[in-house]
């Protein structure tokens, strides 16, 4: 029985090796086959979205935020033209909602606080209504500046955005400011051809919408007319700017604007800008631009 029983357990463990041997291959044949369709298919997998964002570039330093934060941020720049302010003032504004908002208009806040600035209802700042209004809360807050710090454009800039929204953390600000410094620059116009935006989802064109908000912010320095489409012809408004600085920054909140109406071109006397869902699209010299540096044509 002995004899017997080796062979028989002998020819067991060549079955089972035989079995492991063929699974063994079998896996091997299936790695190889799931390489080579993913080799295949490599080339073929699309890539995540790219990040919406716009951005202040200048030789030694940049700065980004998100569309939606760069459409309040164009108004901050745009009512500063329109009132006459320094670019500084843009800096202090900018700083102050960063801290308080994020530069978001939210409807919720500390007790009553609200909007852009967390400006209070009950502290004599507006109705909620208001307060909710971008436009209006930003002249409220330079309306503040002014009348509480006649030296403002001399004065630290987080000094000058506590003195405003007398924070129970009074040197908040100061980390927002070289932030700021860098949006603003571009934003004002002062540095030309510092912003651009990046968005993957351009919008419906909603040329109407751009143009109140263009003369709803800039007042009289920047006359803003639309030309409504024509057959071929996409629609467009045409800038014209009392400053070669403000017709940057008209050109700067045109691009932010891009995600919510359409912005597909922009160009700045013979300077042009055009929308990209893929990459950051930088400015580009043309030969057949428009007139002057102080116009703007915004395409659709």
């Known amino acids: 029985m002995k004899p017997s029983t080796r062979t028989d357990m002998n020819r067991t463990k060549t079955i089972t090796i035989g079995v492991l041997v063929g699974l063994l291959a079998l896996a091997l044949i299936g ?84 909007g852009l600035f967390q400006q209070r209802p009950s502290q004599g700042w507006g109705t909620p209504e208001e307060i909710m209004d971008p436009w209006y809360s930003t002249n409220t807050f330079f309306d503040a500046m002014e009348a509480m710090v006649p030296n403002w454009a001399n004065e630290d800039i987080g000094d000058v955005a506590q003195a405003v929204q007398r924070s129970g953390f009074p040197d908040a600000y100061d980390q927002h400011v070289d932030r700021a410094r860098l949006l603003a620059t571009a934003l004002s116009g002062q540095t030309h051809a510092a912003w651009s935006c990046l968005t993957p989802d351009i919008a419906a ?53 891009t995600s919510t109406t359409g912005v597909s071109q922009v160009l700045v006397g013979n300077v042009r800008w055009q929308a990209s869902t893929t990459v950051l699209p930088g400015w580009v010299g043309i030969s057949d631009g428009l007139d002057s540096p102080t116009q703007v044509r915004i395409t659709f």
């Open 205 to 257: 064109p909603d040329p109407r919408t751009l143009l109140t908000s263009i003369t709803s912010s800039y007042g009289a320095t920047a006359t803003a007319t639309l030309v409504p489409a024509s057959g071929t012809s996409p629609a467009r408004i045409e800038v014209s700017a009392s400053t070669q600085d403000i017709a940057w920054s008209v050109a700067a909140f045109a691009q932010s604007w």
């Open 31 to 114: 790695g190889c086959f799931l390489a080579f369709r993913w080799v295949q298919n490599w080339g073929q997998t699309p890539l995540p979205p790219p990040d919406a964002r716009c951005v202040s570039t200048l030789p030694d330093a940049s700065a980004e935020i998100t569309p939606e934060q760069a459409q309040y941020a164009s108004i901050m720049a745009g009512i500063a033209a329109s009132r006459g302010l320094q670019p500084r003032a843009v800096s202090i504004a900018l700083a102050t909602a960063f801290q308080e908002s994020g530069i978001r208009n939210l409807d919720y806040g500390d007790r009553d606080s609200l």
